[in-house]
């Protein structure tokens, strides 16, 4: 052996262990999931569990022969599908039928993610393109029952005395209780309904490091500025001008940040913020990026909610924030932040 | 399968990381002699000068300068002679002078069993180079945790300043940092320019040169790591074969591989082809080796939020992939310090200093 191949087979550094591997970053985030899918067991029935499974079986099972198609074997790969199919899941409803959830699931590792490359190339947070794709083909199914959020953005239905929207009849008569929508099942996706917990398990993935602190919280305080401070917009019928309102202005100020509380725990933006965004490959690299990601999806989280056009409300509104955060991976990769 | 479980690593908010000893910390007391040879003198003539003399006698400077210059002193981060950067400081107003005691490693703790067993060279040492380049202050950084003698200090007119012992602590720049932090170096300008750090060995060095008129052929080594039964300081002559060394630190048959410096940074070298050298401080030997195989980058981006020189290592990996150099130098090339955390932190086991070290080497 001459000596030059002698120094090329010695071994380069770091000579320690690492600390944390892509496999073991996988494992855990998967492990940590199990509680919403639990509780969603809890909250929703047995069935919302065998739809969870569904999905994760699905998205594992597809995983499993497309890496042995491309002969590819990459730690934590599997995992990674799974924890998708099972995030697809979370944003379902609970009364979706399985091959919704099969179908999201098989378009999220399919074209969510090996259509780009596989793990940590991909453009777009997988679970989030099988939920859009998932939306559009089967929106009435999905959209059976109202959610709180629905509810809520169907100004439409708002009656009014003078030129006062009653804000508070339909926040305190009609919507279920801000308690509920904290803790317990409430109409809307499986995982996100116990929204304490998943605050719990944000917390858990920022002390792992597998989330800095800026971005769930300058996510949710964007959507709470952004809901505060957005006008909101009444078309009349009948009559040309529309109708604008402050919420904090409109009425007394316990309503109006009842409102914002609202928009704060209903919908998917809590498990958006604390979950979803503790995907690493679709977020951006720096701190300095990731806030800005996190404004801008917060602010598109209430401009989907308050403007979307009836054309698309039907189809945008359940998953505002799903789509501000799509919309926020594919600007991450145009503007490198 | 090691679900949840917490890691070794401990992550700091203000940056950089806390490792964990590997192996066995050899104590500090313990620096015997492997060997003894002969110790050369630079000049026969040669009258020791006490450091008081030094400060502002330009006869006296030159005398200290020709004696450095002639012994062949080494920096050892930049292997540069001394002589050539104390010509080069000299044109610098050089406000403070650093002696900087943290270990690279907590297994590799030369400084310390330096400062500990010899620390009144080490402060004389200080005190000559600080009267040479006329600096205001001279300041011995070192670990919170350990139990300086303040007394020596106060003899020698040096300033003890506790410091974090964070890796890498033990680089220059790191220790500036941390100095411009706790406001004993200007905000306003680069800590490069106001201040210089010496390495306690290269101190002790100075000291026996001038004041003992004794060469530098003998050389500190902590040899430790999970690879030996007895990790231990050695006095060791310049120019003695490593394998020798690492017999007295009773070397595990099945270790695995010997590195010339630090666990996350240093360099495999080959105990059979090597020798003490003049600039040799510490060997780590590993016991069991394991580094699996590369993988797609994640994009976690814990490269960047633990890299000491605040910069994109992954995109330097990305640019010598693509062969873009000039492209690297402009993204911070030059500002690595290659301290290694960004490849032993990388999830995916990318090779990220080393690529920066091949353009280095290719500049």
Not at chain 1, 63 to 70: A, D, H, N, Q, T
Not at chain 1, 180 to 185: E, I, L, V
Request: aromatic residues 8%; positive net charge; proline residues 7%.
């Amino acid at each position: 052996m001459s000596k030059s191949t002698e120094q090329y087979s010695l071994p380069l550094p770091p000579f320690r262990p690492s600390p944390e591997s892509a496999r073991r970053i996988m494992r855990t985030q998967l492990a940590v999931l199990t509680l919403p899918a639990l509780a969603a067991a809890i909250l929703f029935g047995l069935g919302a569990l065998k739809l969870i499974l569904t999905a994760a079986l699905t998205a594992m099972l597809i995983e499993l022969i497309v890496g042995r198609i491309k002969r590819e074997n990459i730690p934590g790969n599997i995992t990674h599908s799974v924890m998708m199919g099972v995030l697809l899941a979370f944003t379902l409803p609970g009364e979706c039928p399985w091959y919704i959830a099969m179908t999201g699931s098989a378009v999220a590792v399919l074209m969510g993610k090996r259509c780009f490359g596989g793990l940590g190339r991909y453009r777009w947070h997988p679970a989030l393109v099988g939920r859009l794709v998932v939306q559009l083909l089967f929106n009435e199914q999905i959209a059976a029952s109202v959610t709180p959020l629905q509810a809520l953005c169907n100004w439409g239905d708002l009656r009014f005395v003078g030129s006062v929207p009653q804000l508070g009849i339909y926040l305190y008569d009609k919507l279920p209780s801000l308690q509920q929508c904290q803790w317990s099942a409430v109409p809307g996706g499986l995982g996100e309904s116990c929204r304490v917990l998943l605050i719990l398990i944000g917390l858990y993935f920022i002390y792992r490091g597998y989330l800095h602190w800026q971005l769930p919280l300058m996510f949710i305080v964007s959507t709470y500025a952004a809901a505060a401070f957005f006008p909101i917009i009444v078309e009349q019928p009948g009559l040309p001008d529309r109708l604008i309102y402050f919420p904090l202005l409109a009425e007394s100020l316990s309503i109006g940040f009842t409102y914002i509380n609202y928009h704060l725990f209903t919908g998917g933006l809590i498990l958006t913020a604390c979950i979803m965004t503790a995907d690493m490959t679709s977020r951006p690299l720096t701190v300095r990026g990731q806030i800005y990601f996190a404004i801008g999806a917060g602010l598109l989280t209430v401009a989907v909610r308050l403007y979307c056009p009836a054309v698309l409300s039907a189809y945008l509104t359940p998953i505002s924030a799903y789509i501000a955060l799509f919309v926020m991976n594919t600007l991450v990769r145009i503007f490198r932040i | 399968m090691g679900l949840i479980t917490y890691s070794k690593l401990d992550h700091d908010f203000d940056g950089g990381i806390y490792l964990s000893p590997l192996g066995e910390v050899p104590p500090l007391d313990r620096i015997e002699s492997v060997t003894s040879l002969p110790q050369p003198s630079v000049q026969s003539d040669w009258r020791p000068i006490p450091p008081a003399e030094i400060a502002g006698n330009e006869t006296q400077k030159l005398a200290v300068l020709h004696a450095i210059e002639q012994a062949g002193l080494l920096v050892p981060d930049t292997r540069e002679p001394l002589a050539e950067l104390l010509q080069k400081l000299q044109r610098q107003n050089i406000r403070m002078v650093v002696a900087n005691a943290t270990p690279i490693e907590p297994s590799l703790n030369t400084p310390l069993a330096i400062l500990h067993c010899m620390g009144e060279q080490v402060f004389a040492g200080l005190a000559i180079l600080r009267n040479w380049l006329g600096a205001d202050r001279a300041v011995m950084a070192y670990p919170h945790h350990f139990t300086i003698d303040r007394g020596i200090a106060d003899k020698w007119r040096v300033r003890c300043l506790p410091v974090s012992d964070k890796y890498p602590q033990a680089r220059p720049t790191s220790i500036l940092r941390t100095l411009r932090k706790q406001r004993h170096l200007s905000r306003f300008r680069r800590p490069e320019r106001s201040a210089v750090v010496f390495d306690m060995q290269l101190l002790r060095q100075v000291e026996r040169l001038i004041l003992t008129a004794s060469g530098p052929t003998e050389r500190i080594v902590t040899v430790s790591g999970d690879g030996v039964a007895r990790p231990s300081h050695f006095i060791a002559p310049v120019g003695l074969p490593l394998k020798q060394l690492l017999e007295r630190a009773s070397i595990y048959d099945d270790a695995q591989c010997v590195i010339d410096g630090s666990s996350l940074a240093g360099v495999a070298v080959d105990p059979d082809k090597t020798i003490i050298g003049p600039v040799s401080q510490s060997f780590t030997v590993i016991r069991y080796l394991s580094r699996p195989a590369a993988q797609p980058c994640i994009r976690c981006g814990w490269c960047i939020d633990d890299c000491p020189a605040g910069i994109n290592p992954v995109r330097l990996l990305r640019l010598y992939e693509k062969s873009k150099y000039e492209l690297a130098v402009r993204n911070g090339l030059h500002k690595c310090v290659e301290c290694g955390i960004c490849s032993y932190i990388c999830p995916s086991h990318l090779p990220i200093m080393n690529a920066i070290r091949m353009m280095k080497s290719k500049e």
